[in-house]
């Protein structure tokens, strides 16, 4: 459920056409794996089904389309709290994460505190685990261990992203 | 909620011109492991050092059971560090000339315990923590997870209120390191001795009770403090 959430990100930063929104998603989240143009429009119409955007105008731009959207209160209001809600820990969510960390910073939304969130809740995730290593068996033991050393790369990089925030915010607000 | 045994309030402490701690605040409550983690050079050893009374802070206050431990003498420190306090560090320090169970035994004896007594209390330290047998080795006789587990006794034997451990499994491999981890829970939730436990590896803090991160001096709670 990342790429409606995504787009409606983008959309809070500034009211796109859905042609410039594909290119704006790309540069940042889609760079192995560019959205199509059928799975944009089907998902803004979603969103403008549920009233998470409107259409403000038929002004054509870069593209050949003309429905310019903009975010609506309740899109922004779902944004905000998909931001603040730390992910489940578990292995490969780095790219949620990183969508996140990326939107934060270009909405000018305090990504420290999103990683600082993010990093309580591995950690009680670890600490759980950890229990279940002290008190299971060597089979429960070695499960455990396969999630702690993945949650652990995970922390690894929230480290990292968190020691470097402030030239990734210059990097990304910059294109 | 349990008694705050030991805190910190707006502790500064520079090295030169270099500030280590910048406010620091810290609650630790009687009886928890608490781990305080952060990256290399944020400050969280000079903390450990400040609430163990080896440091003195330049402004702010420790308070350890209603007393202010930044108000006391050299001797009122050290009486302090000897009698109530235990340490591991993460070289385990053993003195290379004593046995390991004398090396157990030092705090008791520096307390005025017969040496007879001493030593059959070190045993038994070093029967609980699984090194029945190597009491009479020297610290170049054991592995690196052994002599760590020696240190480990050292440190509880006296029966401490508080137990400071600065990164004690930094010198250890993971499995070693975490046997030394699982221990150190065990037997101080046993004792009820509460845990300062300095680390950067999140592996380490998970054996925590609950976790602060240093950054830039000053200290980050981000799980709430234990109920009960």
Redo the contacts between chains.
């Keep these: 459920m990342t790429v409606p959430l995504t787009l409606l990100g983008l959309l809070e930063r500034e009211p796109r056409h859905g042609y410039d929104l594909k290119r704006d998603y790309d540069a940042f989240f889609g760079r192995d794996k560019p959205l199509s143009f059928g799975q944009v429009y089907s998902t803004l119409s979603r969103l403008a089904r549920d009233g998470k955007v409107v259409i403000s105008d038929l002004e054509a731009g870069a593209g050949p389309d003309r429905k310019r959207y903009v975010i609506t209160d309740r899109g922004a209001t779902e944004v905000s709290a998909w931001l603040t809600e730390p992910v489940a820990p578990e292995p490969h969510l780095q790219t949620v994460l990183f969508a996140k960390v990326t939107l934060a910073l270009l909405l000018d939304r305090p990504a420290e505190q999103y990683l600082?969130?993010q990093?309580?809740a591995?950690?009680?995730r670890?600490?759980e685990?950890?229990q279940v290593?002290?008190t299971g068996s060597l089979v429960d033991s070695l499960l455990a261990d396969h999630a702690?050393f993945h949650?652990?790369a995970d922390?690894r990089w929230i480290?990292l992203t968190a020691?470097r925030l402030d030239a990734l915010a210059q990097e990304v607000r910059a294109r | 909620m349990k008694n705050a045994l030991l805190q910190a309030r707006e502790v500064h402490l520079s090295f030169g011109t270099t500030p280590a701690l910048r406010g620091a605040e810290i609650t630790v409550r009687e009886g928890e492991i608490l781990a305080v983690m952060g990256p290399s050079g944020s400050g969280k050893s000079t903390l450990l050092h400040c609430l163990a009374g080896i440091l003195v802070p330049e402004q702010g206050e420790i308070h350890f059971d209603g007393r202010r431990i930044d108000r006391m003498n050299e001797a009122e420190r050290s009486s302090l560090r000897r009698d109530t306090f235990g340490f591991v560090f993460q070289f385990g320090q053993l003195v290379p000339e004593l046995s390991a169970e004398e090396n157990v035994a030092l705090p008791l004896l520096l307390a005025g315990v017969r040496r007879g007594k001493a030593l059959t209390e070190a045993r038994s330290w070093l029967d609980r923590l699984g090194l029945d047998g190597l009491g009479h080795r020297t610290s170049g006789e054991l592995s690196g997870g052994q002599a760590q587990r020696v240190a480990l006794a050292r440190g509880l034997v006296a029966r401490p209120r508080v137990l400071f451990a600065d990164e004690p499994t930094g010198a250890l491999d993971s499995l070693t390191g975490e046997q030394v981890m699982d221990l150190m829970v065990s037997a101080a939730h046993d004792e009820g001795t509460t845990v300062v436990l300095v680390t950067h590896e999140p592996r380490v803090a998970a054996y925590a009770d609950r976790e602060v991160i240093v950054r830039d001096g000053k200290v980050l709670a981000l799980t709430a403090e234990p109920v009960g």
């Design positions: 600082d969130t990093r309580a591995h950690m009680q670890m600490r685990l950890t290593k002290r702690l949650i652990e922390l480290e020691a």
